[in-house]
């Protein structure tokens, strides 16, 4: 039986694709610096800023004063730019988003949420209209690992005293979180909803899982 539904958050709950994106293209040009400049150091400490090893605001300092063009004004404005994009994704929700996460509640199934996110994107999370939802949350920048690795699904599931057979797991299938779910033993399904061909989203739809393709559409699986 199920008991728990537990989500992604990156274009599953939320999509950066709805609302104006302020990537490193964007940042670069508001330092006045070619973008492959910014790249050169952006791109090297993802996996760093993933795990919590490096904040936002480490690795942008870093880029200006290598770049000649540090201040703290531009500093401060480009991680307020880089936070308000994160917090406008809250605000273009699925119109299903809502309702299917409270009908999962009314139901009594406990809700978790695993991502991968930076320092920025764990501060936005925490004081999103959805972080009172969730029963559990693990997020790569707080744990110390990120998907795939198997530990932070069995913590979260440690967390909400669940089986992995108890669990649902749902996500737009990037960073092999849909199979490292299913390898564990719970039920995985393809988010569709917000996939968009043409878009720079890393993922594709996936043939070898089932697909969801509105939120509410959860709701007939959480008891197969």
Request: net charge negative.
């Given at each position: 039986m199920i008991r728990a539904v537990i989500f992604d958050m990156f274009e599953t709950l939320i999509t950066?694709?709805?609302?104006?994106?302020?990537?490193?293209?964007?940042?670069?040009?508001?330092?006045?610096?070619?973008?492959?400049?910014?790249?050169?150091?952006?791109?090297?400490?993802?996996?760093?800023?993933?795990i919590g090893k490096l904040t936002l605001e480490e690795v942008l300092e870093k880029i200006l004063r290598e770049n000649q063009c540090y201040s703290e004004v531009l500093l401060k404005?480009?991680?307020?730019?880089?936070?308000?994009?994160?917090?406008?994704c809250f605000k273009?929700?699925?119109?299903?988003?809502?309702?299917?996460?409270?009908?999962?509640?009314k139901e009594g199934f406990l809700i978790g949420l695993i991502s991968n996110c930076f320092s920025e994107?764990?501060?936005?999370?925490?004081?999103?209209?959805?972080?009172?939802?969730?029963?559990?949350?693990?997020?790569?920048?707080?744990?110390?690992?990120?998907?795939?690795?198997?530990e932070i699904?069995?913590?979260?599931?440690a967390d909400l005293t669940v089986k992995p057979e108890e669990c649902i797991y749902v996500g737009d299938g990037g960073s092999e979180e849909l199979e490292t779910a299913r390898k564990l033993g719970m039920k995985a399904v393809q988010a569709v909803w917000y996939l968009q061909e043409g878009t720079r989203q890393p993922a594709k739809r996936k043939q070898d899982f089932l697909h969801l393709e509105t939120p509410l559409d959860i709701l007939n699986y959480v008891d197969m």
């Open positions: 950066h694709y709805n609302s104006p994106l302020y990537f490193g293209a964007h940042m670069a040009e508001d330092a006045g610096i070619p973008e492959d400049k910014l790249q050169s150091i952006w791109r090297p400490s993802e996996e760093e800023r993933t404005r480009i991680v307020e730019k880089r936070i308000a994009a994160k917090e406008a273009h929700l699925h119109s299903e988003i809502i309702p299917m996460l409270s009908a999962l509640k994107e764990a501060w936005v999370i925490r004081r999103s209209e959805l972080f009172s939802y969730f029963n559990a949350v693990y997020l790569s920048y707080e744990q110390g690992i990120q998907k795939p690795d198997e699904f069995k913590r979260c599931m």
